[in-house]
């Protein structure tokens, strides 16, 4: 029936921009066709950007949001600027079923399956190019590549520079933020090259009490011969942000009569005076703290023109807590008592992933193979301690009150090629077909901090993935069609919070089932000196979706269920023209249908929000569209370029969206529209004994839009129909303002 639905969808369009040059050129790479430009590169669902392009608007926010541009994504914030912790959603696919990679790299974590961001502030700066493929993902991008892959490579992957050179960066602007950058490119004896960079950023947020004080480095080392290539990389980071995952009511949200948009309920509590009056305070630290260290080893050898071989060692350690003052149950904190009291706790981390990517290449004519693989292992210690309690019961000094551990088996093997079944100069027909096996073992051991009872979990996964297509070239038209299978296991948070396990009887009941993805996708653009327009239709069936039900954790990540039937579809549009040598326009539309099949959720009633007494249940029956996934977003980019002179006017426009799987009016997502303006200024000295000096203004949100693009809600309803949920406000117009100089 799902598959009638796609064959009868309309064409999606995918969206080209245009070169300076009055030409675009196809080059040929191992993976696919792509078309040079100077904002993307992009085949039908692909799309690439340079280091340059992704610095453009660089001024502390966190890749989510220097993604915007993107189709079909959307970026969140729990700070309201996009510089603490930031997430992002590709066609209603959460960031923890998108596959990143940083190097070839696994870059999500083992448990959580996702990547914070703030733990990696201004990576940006040390990007050579990135890679964003929506739908599932080639092998290489990624053992898990499942509802999008994200690919990143940093700077030292090539010998080529021929002068060494330093960046400095600064930029300022409301809410206190800051962001500065030390970059460095040297060129050593020989055939050595180096690379370093040190970044901070500090921000208030628009939301009272989440000011974030970030730390980043990166640093390569890399010997570069005529036939080997050997790169040694360190990065990491450090993050002290203020918690603002709580959220806001609706009114508070969109600033409705005259609330205050940046109140943040986080660390709240009473206290009382001698005379008996109550007032508000704000426990100090409520906060997150984590530090992340990476490295990585990277060979690469060519043995002939045609064959050659890469492989690179890595290891990631991380470790933080966070603190929170809260009124709980005695019983949250594992106490054999149910009366409430504030405490003051920290749940905490420390983890360790290591392993090693494998790839050989043969390129020839007509057909290229590469097969490789990859085996990773994580382990991770979950514990949790009580600092203070506002009770009389005596307790030892920071008492811990819940101990888990994890260990994570990941390896997998993959075979793909490419074969040229027609290579003219106007005219190409290339297949590709891609197959990988995976597999998976997760355990864990020790008390669950979710409802703290004693459980062990060992699960294994065998994972078939595989994936083919067709790409056709005549003159300007470039068509393509593929089909690709997808599996991906459930994460951390899937097990805690669904898993009931029975001692006595060694059973489990409420485990959570591996997804899987059938993938259909079907492209066509066409490109002309001036201008270029293409369509993508993608068709996404899954078995088993893990969708997000609108409920949050106590720490702010969102609870998912299987559903067993859903579907994705949708048409992207893109086109852009260059309008005059100074003046290009660039747009992408993408209209989705995001539906589970079948839906059954029971929703609590309750009297009143004031009361909360229970009166009942009702049930939820039938389709619904799955929650978090617009059915309309756009992208609006008028560039100027004059002497100099570089404007942007960007507009992003996201549709509607519920705030779980109910399709109910009053838990929702208003559609919201923002627009950001960047000026640049080249001054015109650059020369073999002056400095390139850039000047940034970055205008976000114009037009001082009020909106949320992110929330919750309960799985309960009150008897006049309103919903108990929560919001997190974005701010509206900030200015920020810099220079960048390289000499």
Not at 252 to 260: E, F, Q, W
Not at 326 to 335: E, I, N, Q
Not at 347 to 367: T, W
Not at 700 to 724: P, T
């Amino acid at each position: 029936m799902k598959k009638s639905i796609f064959l009868a969808a309309c064409v999606a369009a995918y969206g080209v921009a245009f070169a300076n040059t009055d030409t675009i050129t196809y080059v040929r790479e191992l993976d696919e066709v792509v078309i040079n430009a100077p904002i993307a590169q992009v085949t039908n669902n692909h799309l690439e950007l340079s280091q340059e392009q992704l610095n453009q608007s660089n001024t502390g926010q966190n890749l989510p949001f220097l993604l915007s541009s993107t189709p079909a994504l959307v970026a969140t914030s729990d700070d309201g600027l996009g510089i603490g912790y930031t997430y992002f959603r590709i066609r209603g696919t959460d960031h923890t079923r998108i596959n990143m990679t940083l190097n070839d790299v696994p870059l999500n974590d083992s448990e959580s399956q996702t990547v914070f961001w703030v733990n990696m502030t201004d990576m940006a700066s040390s990007m050579s190019s990135l890679n964003v493929q929506r739908g599932v993902g080639t092998s290489t991008n990624g053992s898990a590549s499942f509802g999008a892959s994200i690919n990143m490579q940093t700077g030292g992957l090539s010998g080529n520079e021929a002068r060494s050179y330093v960046t400095v960066a600064f930029n300022g602007g409301m809410y206190n933020t800051f962001r500065e950058m030390v970059n460095t490119h040297i060129v050593l004896p020989g055939q050595w090259r180096a690379n370093a960079r040190f970044s901070k950023v500090n921000s208030d947020g628009f939301l009272y009490r989440t000011a974030s004080d970030l730390y980043s480095y990166y640093s390569d080392l890399g010997w570069y011969g005529d036939k080997t290539e050997v790169v040694a990389r360190f990065f990491g980071g450090s993050e002290k942000t203020g918690m603002g995952w709580d959220g806001v009511d609706y009114n508070t949200a969109y600033g409705i009569d005259g609330a205050d948009r940046r109140y943040n309920p986080a660390g709240e509590y009473t206290t009382t005076a001698a005379d008996g009056s109550d007032s508000t305070a704000y426990y100090s630290n409520q906060s997150d703290n984590y530090a992340q260290q990476h490295a990585q080893l990277f060979i690469n050898h060519r043995f002939t023109p045609q064959w050659s071989l890469s492989a690179t060692a890595h290891y990631t350690h991380g470790a933080g807590y966070y603190e929170q003052y809260k009124r709980k149950k005695l019983s949250y904190w594992g106490l054999s008592y149910s009366h409430k009291a504030y405490g003051m706790y920290r749940k905490q981390l420390d983890n360790h992933f290591f392993g090693a990517v494998l790839a050989a290449k043969y390129i020839s004519e007509p057909i290229d193979i590469q097969f490789g693989g990859a085996a990773n292992y994580y382990m991770g210690d979950h514990f949790g301690t009580l600092h203070y309690l506002q009770d009389t019961l005596i307790l030892p000094i920071n008492y811990e009150y819940y101990r888990n551990d994890a260990k994570k088996t990941d390896a997998n093997i993959y075979a793909k090629t490419n074969w040229r079944i027609i290579n003219r100069a106007k005219e190409k027909l290339i297949l590709y077909a891609d197959l990988q096996y995976r597999y998976v073992r997760y355990e864990r051991n020790g008390m669950n901090d979710e409802d703290m009872t004693e459980w062990p979990l060992k699960v294994d996964f065998h994972f078939f993935n595989p994936k083919a297509g067709l790409t056709y070239q005549n003159g300007g038209h470039l068509l393509s069609a593929s089909f690709a299978v997808a599996n991906r296991e459930p994460s951390r948070n899937n097990y805690k919070e669904n898993v009931v396990y029975d001692a006595s009887t060694n059973q489990y009941t409420g485990l959570p089932h591996a997804e899987r993805l059938y993938d259909y996708e079907l492209g066509y653009t066409y490109s002309h000196s001036r201008f270029a327009i293409g369509a993508n239709l993608y068709f996404m069936d899954y078995d088993n979706q893990l969708v997000l039900t609108g409920e949050y954790n106590d720490v702010g990540a969102y609870k998912t269920k299987n559903v067993k039937d859903s579907y994705r579809m949708g048409a992207e549009i893109t086109a852009g023209v260059k309008i005059t040598d100074w003046l290009r326009w660039d747009m992408n539309v993408v209209a989705s249908r995001n539906k589970i099949l079948n839906y059954h959720q029971y929703i609590d009633l309750y009297d009143d929000q004031d009361n909360w007494n229970w009166v009942g249940q009702d049930s939820i029956v039938g389709t619904t569209t799955i929650a978090f996934s617009p059915t309309i977003t756009a992208m609006s980019l008028f560039t100027f370029d004059i002497s100099g002179f570089t404007t942007t006017i960007q507009t992003n426009v996201v549709g509607k969206q519920y705030l779980d799987n109910t399709e109910d009016e009053n838990a929702m997502l208003r559609a919201y529209s923002t627009t950001n303006i960047n000026l640049q200024y080249q001054l015109p000295i650059a020369n073999s004994q002056w400095p390139d000096i850039r000047l940034l203004c970055q205008i976000n949100n114009i037009f001082n839009a009020k909106y949320a693009n992110n929330g919750g809600a309960e799985a309960s309803r009150f008897m006049d129909d309103s919903r108990c949920c929560w919001y997190y406000a974005q701010a509206g117009i900030n200015v920020h303002a810099g220079f960048t100089v390289t000499f």
